[in-house]
């Protein structure tokens, strides 16, 4: 079955500093990727998505992340952090073997901006 | 894009009483639809999914139970309410292996 891991539960970092949120995975087949971000009391805003092709995949807000299939990684990252990109962070993977569209959520790393 | 409607939107309900709260789905047809449950704003924990009319799985036992009278309708259910049912309730939408799209959410409250 597949999992992920998000390691950290609180990420802290200076407005204008770049932001990194660690997200591992873990499928028997090939993976399909996700960001959400969940603002209080709100339901999940999708940001990313790696299905296939380049490594590095950009989405919503300036946000990107990049696949790494050796370490079964897919970090969310921003180059300059601001005070509005406080929430709550979720990686999510598909399974291509499930042969139904399953997806399993991460626990969620919170991430804090500090001004 | 799809649009997904959920209510209400906080719920207080006290323990032993039924529970039903509505999900309907705009701008698509024939979705996967997805019951999760939200417990102190940390992760997800998916409760059933439904691939068509009358199709339901359930992921974990519990005291909850689903239905999807309509194509684009999927409720969610219970007899009795227990205080460990207390939760951010998300109800979410997709096709194929696109991205989900989810409503705002229910926060219920069993007392």
């Known amino acids: 079955a597949q999992s992920v891991a998000q390691p950290e539960d609180q990420v802290n970092v200076a407005e204008g500093n770049p932001l990194t949120v660690k997200c591992t995975y873990s499928v028997s087949g090939n993976p399909y990727l996700f960001w959400y971000v969940q603002y209080p009391n709100r339901g999940l805003q999708f940001l990313l998505k790696y299905i296939t092709g380049d490594n590095l995949v950009k989405g919503s807000y300036g946000f990107e992340a990049e696949f790494n299939k050796s370490q079964t990684s897919f970090h969310l990252k921003k180059p300059s952090a601001l005070v509005s990109d406080s929430a709550l962070y979720f990686c999510a993977v598909r399974d291509s073997n499930t042969g139904f569209q399953k997806l399993v959520f991460g626990t969620g790393t919170r991430l804090l901006v500090s001004p | 894009s799809q649009t997904i409607h959920q209510w209400p939107a906080t719920l207080v309900q006290p323990v032993g009483s039924p529970l039903s709260l509505e999900c309907t789905v705009e701008g698509t047809s024939n979705p996967n639809l997805y019951w999760y449950r939200q417990a102190a704003g940390r992760g997800l924990q998916l409760l059933f999914y439904s691939v068509g009319i009358g199709q339901i799985s359930s992921e974990v036992p519990q005291n909850l139970s689903a239905s999807r009278p309509q194509d684009r309708q999927f409720i969610l259910s219970s007899k009795k309410l227990l205080l460990s049912d207390s939760g951010f309730y998300l109800c979410?939408?997709?096709?194929?292996?696109?991205?989900?799209?989810f409503g705002s959410g229910t926060q219920l409250s069993v007392l």
């Open positions: 979410a939408s997709t096709q194929g292996y696109e991205k989900l799209f």
